[in-house]
């Protein structure tokens, strides 16, 4: 009977075992471990069996942790919430979580499996990401949807964005030759730091002392690729052969460097407040950007540029702080210039194909001219400062035809604008004033376009052409300068048309030394002597102008001044609207004289026709 027995109980042991066999996916060892248990609890009794289940269960509870990778066994209601899209501002309510339990009552190991998703609050999570690299962190965004939308936190990218790059604001880059930086608020970018992120990150940084410092602690900088110089000249030779490469050159004064740029590379300057108060490139014995043939559009933007000539040295008669060459057109953008040379002007662009775009620059306290354009160059000048400079702030001559808009040309020691043999140019919206000789000269055959500028407080005149001197002057306010508003003079012929000439602390337009000229549909007013005067010899066009309260005469013609003068409106004036003297033989058509404050016209030749 025993026998029978202990038969009779070994063969369920035998079936349970092959029952079992290779069904337990959850461990290597599950499908052994489970029918040597259960025999040893079919023979030693219910209450073994008992024990040794407990055993179990209490195994597979402490192996939990580590059985991340295995399929949840998740409810379709739990996995509709955590897919769904993700509130901040409900974050608390993942607590609940922890309370779930399955279909059959059991509590769900997704509570420890996924604690770290679901449970930590977003503001711990945030403070973890912010210790990690940016390559670690788009790893993170790839784990759920929570992670995502926490590792593009603002704070995260912004904080590093600055760590890195050491600039306040976002720097876009529109085009291979363009940069930006725009304020953060007005984007339509989500997360405007982490884009900007991106569209540096390539570059080569300026560093000094950085690339040691990489070098020796590599575990710092793991999960980051970029790489750092000591040096600009360095950083060149790096990026040699790269279309368009970018170079940020960090906080610092970099000096003695020989910078020649002979390929479309992008140098910009990286700072925290006014990045040019901070980066500064210097020389001292050769000029400290040179760009040459092959540069084409490179960049050069946010630095402070300075030459400081070597008091030992005699050779540097022809150095700049930019030196800009033929078939060259580089953008210079938001850089402080400075040149502390006497023969040496701080901007040079010279010859033929030579068209730089030089734009929210400041040009000041040079001991030179500030800006000198020569020799058929061209380019565009935008949005400058140009001021306080020994000579001319801006200097145009042999057939050289720049566009110069809404530049500030003011506190020259000298002329504000000077073009003379033959040199032309385009100026537009420009702001010249309190300049110690004239706002604006033009000579020897120099024919500039002047319009929609403000010429005004200068120490002598406004506008002065003269020896064979033409030009454009049209629609411009003309004010308040120490001698006439526009001096003409020596053979020159300007045409003056459209322009506002009042409180001028002498006349309003002076033609003398055989001066000619067309002066049409001017405003002329409220100037302390004559509107317009002629004399010696001048013969220019008077015509449809409108000359009133002057503190003088309205036309003045003097000692043997000619001239035709023409549908004019002469009135409202101290003195005489029309004051012709002795000898001057000015002719007179169809002008309109009336409510002169004494007579209507005094000493009018004979051939003079009213």
Known sequence: MSMTTRRGTERPVRRSSRLNKGKNTGSLSGSSATSTTSAATAAAGPSSASRARNCINATEHRNQPYSLRRKSSTSSVELEKWCAPVNLQTRSKRSRLNHQKDVHGHCSSNTDENFLQNDVPDEILIKIFSYLLERDLCMSACVCKRFNELVNDITIWKRMYQNVYELSLPLLRPAPAKFKFVQPDKTDHFNIWKESFRVLYNAVHVRPGYCHKVYNSPEMFNGRDIQYCDTIEEALSTVEGQDYPLILVHEGVYSGEWLYIDSPVC????????????????????????????????????????????????????????EIGTNCWPTIDGCAVQSKSQVGCAVSVNGKGAAPVIKNCIINKCENVGLYINDHAQGTYVDNEISNNALAGVWVKNYANPIIRRCHVHDGRDVGVFTFDNGLGYFDKCDIHDNRIAGFEVKAGANPTVVHCEIHHGQTGGIYVHENGRGEFIDNKIHSNTFAGVWITSNSDPTIRGNEIFNGHQGGVYIFGEGRGLIENNNIHSNALAGIQIRTNSNPIIRGNRIHDGQHGGIYVHEKGKGLIIENEVYSNTLAGVWVTTGSCPELRRNRIHSGKQVRCNSVPFNTHE
Do not use: Q, W
Request: glycine share 8%.
């Open 267 to 322: 140098i910009i300057g990286a700072a925290m407040g006014n990045i040019p108060d901070n980066v500064v490139v210097e020389n001292c014995k050769d000029s400290t950007f040179i760009f040459i043939d092959g540069c084409e559009d490179s960049y050069l933007g946010h630095l402070s540029i300075r030459f400081t000539p070597d008091p030992n040295s005699s050779s540097h008669h022809k150095n700049s702080c930019i």
